[in-house]
DNA sequence: GAGCACTGC
């Protein structure tokens, strides 16, 4: 258990040589000390002790906040729920401070301390707390007297004040040199100047930086660095060191590029209302810190309350290896139980070595004579890494007795019996070999996850199970949903192994502002006032996070040297990866560095030295509607599960605090245990026809662990009969087999397999590709927008359609020998065109394996549009007279998402085929492409009538 | 005229 933060742990060393008494802050952390004290004099005597020097000032104070808290001790114990009591005058008191300050300030004497009539309060208080009598008496007259002791010294104060007033009046009609003077004494008035006269200097040395760097600007400041995440590297580490050697030249251009952006806002903001923006600063600083402080006071029945304590396994034992993993004390109890169960489900937190060392001790034990070692990952680099590591540790060759197997990566042999693999892969293995003959042991890692493909895994291996006694089972998962895995698995025994977390206190700040500038405000309140340690700041996504960001950067400039130098760093799976690198980089001594993150740092990436988590409560979510075939991407509550993997990652190399910008209420009653499984929320095609593919017919009792709904169960299959890929009975056809072969969407499949029949599989399967890598081929810079358009329209030309240009894009890429610079000069992120080459690469085996002839007719554009229409008849649009388009066999209305190239073509098109449905703002087509309704007769008689299509375009057909 | 959390085969 973490010891009772003193002053000066809470208040940076740094803070109090520059802050008087009155700061909001230290006013804040004396009202904390006074919580414990008995007399005002105790208060004072410890602030003096910490070096925080207030002179009269701090007596007076000291005073008025002994009896604020007697009497909120009062209040305390008169209420049934203590916690909300201290809380609530907690904030009384906070605000009583304000008050305090004001009266001080405006030097309007009269206004009588009402708050003090509680004196006979501080007296009850104390009998309520268990002091006795005598002592009782003894401070009714002690506060008698503090309240004359805090007339007088107020009086004393004003008059000061006003002395320092005039001289600051005096001083303001001088030059900004004479600002130094009232810099060097410190006063909390005069920080407004202080600040202004440094921003006015700022404001100064930009807009010469400004004006030099547009006098030297060679026009090409722009760069977009290589991104893509070679698949041949290791481990993380190894991955960003190689992507940042990689490309330094680029990279440092970029840094200049966002310097000099950074420099232009500095101007636009300096020069438009410098005056009034500073003011607001200071308010808004010393005011949010207010608010956070209100409830983030160190107190210790608070902190008993909310505080998390997480396991916690002493430092001495990292770095000792295999055998000082907390895993280790467990062995003989793990292979005993493994010996005994057929099933086991293991709890087990990040670092408690389950992962690497499992296996190596089932490999021990003998498990791997009779048969392989599965272990599976969510993630790819996850695989790569930990099998790295296990070869290391059992001294083998990568590959060799240790291997793993990944998409587009195979990297095991004849002789390997641990092999790690994603869990994408396995699902792929059983595809081809549905008994698993040739492994002993299955482990599914992160089962917490709850990816699809885990998901899929489950009810296979329980299935398998019973076919198999030989065959033993590790669920491994975190703690919240362990006992559901044990049902689902016939009540299989689970065993939790510590991990190595130390603990993490949780607090929580109910959000009063906007939730990006509560962010900021927490950022800097742990900033300024708590011990060294890296934050990382849980946000949505890339726009909250470049907010924040900016945010941040103009507080950090405006306080300067004041506060410690903070390292702002931004983090999102976008991110070029060089970029991503950047959170690794050592920082100088004293500076605090900040990671603004996604979801990415949850789960991903671990950061060492994180010692403050900021967690918004927050995340996006994905989400699919069966009914309107349409996919949206929502910012949804995080769940319990979620908010606790969060502030776990405070706990990773010492005892950490994490701030949640939400209510404990809110925690408690509002957010989910656990997300909603992936399977629940996503489109099920693909995911039916591979367990089509697996001979799994009856869906019905298909043991799901949480089942997809029954509309999007009959959606997919209705979609894979029409595809031609079930026939009337419901079983596989021959089509379907092949279109299970290919590791794409069943729609795209269908569109490769059509293809060879209109003799252009070599476009189509570019296109499927590229349809395959989200929607990141085009980059567009904020900066930099309408060139980023223009080459992209450059593609476009003729109105040719997305898909077409799509095409051309890949091989124009091609032409120019896959040049990463090619794809700087037009806006095309690098990172997913080389992920679309290893997908067409893939593709290509695949489709000489099944005998599809790879024909080609770049110029036949309606030959390639055919067959793309042969896997997506069902998403054709229809244009109404409103400009916008109706869905066949669907009821919504949807548009031409703006940045598809159709949709500024004029007329119109009236007939397009295309990708997808998202909802974003509106509901929209994403990937659009003209057709002609003709062509529907011709490729889906089984799906559209001509009475049907004749009712919208009779001439057409 | 809008905006893409994160994975995986």
Not at 181 to 204: A, M, Q, T
Not at 244 to 265: I, M, N, P, V
Not at 737 to 757: G, N, Q, T, V, Y
Not at 840 to 855: H, P, S, T, V, Y
């Amino acid at each position: 258990m973490p010891n009772e933060p003193s002053v000066k742990t809470l208040v940076s060393e740094k803070l109090m040589s520059f802050l008087r008494f009155s700061h909001p802050l230290v006013v804040q952390y004396t009202a904390a000390i006074s919580q414990n004290a008995n007399s005002p004099e105790e208060i004072v005597d410890k602030l003096l002790e910490y070096g925080v020097d207030g002179g009269d000032d701090i007596r007076s104070l000291a005073a008025d906040l002994f009896l604020s808290v007697s009497r909120s001790d009062k209040a305390a114990a008169k209420g049934s729920n203590s916690r909300r009591h201290e809380e609530k005058s907690l904030a009384d008191l906070a605000r009583k401070q304000r008050q305090y300050r004001l009266i001080v300030a405006e030097s309007d004497g009269d206004d009588d301390d009402d708050h003090d009539s509680g004196a006979g309060g501080a007296s009850s208080s104390k009998s309520a707390s268990g002091v006795v009598g005598g002592e009782d008496d003894k401070k009714k007259r002690k506060a008698t007297d503090d309240r004359e002791v805090i007339r007088a010294l107020r009086k004393k104060s004003r008059q000061e004040y006003l002395k320092k007033r005039e001289k600051e009046k005096l001083q303001q009609l001088d030059d900004w040199i004479a600002e130094e003077k009232v810099l060097l004494e410190g006063l909390e008035l005069s920080e407004v100047e202080r600040l202004e006269y440094k921003h006015n200097k700022e404001i100064l040395e930009a807009t010469n930086k400004f004006s030099e760097s547009v006098a030297g600007s060679d026009g090409g400041e722009y760069r977009f660095p290589e991104a893509y995440d070679g698949d041949g590297l290791i481990d993380q580490r190894r991955r960003f060191g190689a992507a940042s050697k990689r490309d330094t030249g680029g990279f440092e251009k970029l840094e200049s590029w966002e310097d000099h952006q950074l420099q232009k806002a500095t101007v636009k903001f300096g020069s438009k209302n410098r005056k009034r923006e500073a003011d607001d600063y200071q308010l808004l600083f010393d005011d949010s810190l207010y608010k956070l402080e209100g409830q983030l006071l160190p107190g210790k029945s608070l902190d008993e309350e909310i505080t998390q304590k997480l396991d916690y396994v002493s430092k001495k034992h990292i770095g000792d290896g295999r055998k000082c993993l907390p895993i280790y004390q467990f062995k003989d109890k793990l292979l005993q139980m493994i010996r005994d169960n057929q099933v086991l489900v293991i709890v087990g937190e990040t670092g408690s070595g389950k992962t690497t060392q499992l296996p190596q001790y089932l490999h021990e034990a003998g498990y791997t004579k009779q048969g392989k070692i599965i272990c599976t990952q969510p993630r790819r680099v996850a695989a790569m890494s930990v099998a790295a590591r296990v070869a290391v540790e059992m001294g083998v060759k990568l590959g060799h007795e240790v291997g793993f197997k990944i998409r587009f990566e195979d990297c095991t042999s004849e002789k390997t019996v641990v092999e790690y693999m994603t869990d994408g892969m396995l699902l792929r293995e059983f595809s081809s070999q549905p008994d698993l003959k040739n492994c002993s042991v299955i482990m599914v890692d992160e089962a917490h996850e709850r990816t699809v493909s885990t998901d899929i895994i489950f009810s296979l291996v329980k299935d398998l199970a019973r076919q198999r006694s030989d065959l033993k089972l590790l669920i491994s998962s975190a703690t919240l949903d362990a006992e559901k895995f044990s049902d689902y698995f016939d009540c299989a025994p689970i065993l939790e192994i510590p991990g190595r977390q130390y603990p993490v206190d949780i607090l929580y700040k109910q959000p009063v502002d906007e939730i990006l500038e509560e962010a900021v405000a927490a950022t800097l309140h742990i900033h300024v006032t708590q011990q060294p340690g890296d934050i990382l700041v849980f946000l949505t996504g890339q726009e909250d996070i470049e907010t924040v960001e900016e945010m941040l950067r103009e507080k950090v400039k405006h306080y300067g040297s004041k506060m410690g130098e903070l390292i702002i760093h931004p983090l999102f799976a976008n991110l070029p990866t060089e970029l991503q690198a950047r959170i690794f980089d050592p920082i100088p001594e004293k500076a605090r560095k900040v990671i603004l993150a996604t979801n990415i740092a949850e789960t991903s990436l671990t950061i060492e030295g994180i010692r403050y988590v900021i967690d918004s409560g927050l995340c996006k979510l994905s989400s699919y509607s069966p009914r309107t075939d349409m996919g949206s991407l929502q910012v949804t509550d995080i769940s319990k599960a979620s908010a606790m993997q969060r502030a776990g990652r405070a706990g990773r190399t010492g005892p950490g605090k994490c701030i949640r910008l939400y209510a404990p209420d809110h925690f408690q009653n509002q957010m989910e245990d656990n997300c909603v499984p992936e399977i629940q929320r996503s489109d099920i095609v693909s995911v039916v026809l591979t367990l089509k593919a697996l001979g799994i017919n009856d869906f019905k009792n298909f043991d799901f662990m949480d089942p997809p709904s029954d509309e999007s169960m009959i959606k997919a299959l209705e979609l894979l009969y029409a595809l031609g890929a079930l026939n009337s009975k419901g079983d596989l056809t021959r089509i379907g087999k092949l279109m299970a072969e290919f590791p794409l969407d069943p729609k795209l499949s269908r569109m490769l397999i059509a293809a060879e029949k209109y003799g252009c599989a070599e476009e189509v399967m570019t296109i499927a590709a590229m349809l395959s890598v989200d929607n990141a081929i085009f980059y567009s810079p904020k900066n930099l927008q309408a060139m980023a358009e223009n080459a992209k329209k450059r593609f476009e030309d003729g109105d040719v359609g997305d898909h077409i240009a799509l095409l051309r894009v890949y091989n124009s890429w091609k032409e120019t020998d896959f040049s990463s610079g090619w794809c700087r000069e037009n806006f095309i992120q690098a990172r997913s065109m080389k992920r679309a080459r290893d997908v067409r690469d893939q593709l290509m085996n695949l489709m000489e394996k099944a005998g599809i002839e790879l024909n080609s007719n770049p110029n036949d554009l309606d030959a390639i549009k055919k067959a793309i229409m042969s896997g997506f008849f069902p998403h054709i649009g229809i244009l109404q007279g409103s400009g916008s388009y109706r869905i066949l066999k669907g009821l919504q209305n949807v548009q031409i998402h703006p940045k598809s190239g159709m949709a500024r073509v004029q007329p119109n098109p009236r007939w397009v085929v295309f990708h997808e449905l998202v909802l974003t703002r509106k509901e929209y087509m994403r990937h659009v492409s003209e057709v002609k309704p003709k062509w529907l007769l011709e490729i889906a008689p089984h799906y559209y009538e001509r009475k049907e299509l004749e009712k919208f375009f009779p001439r057409q057909l």
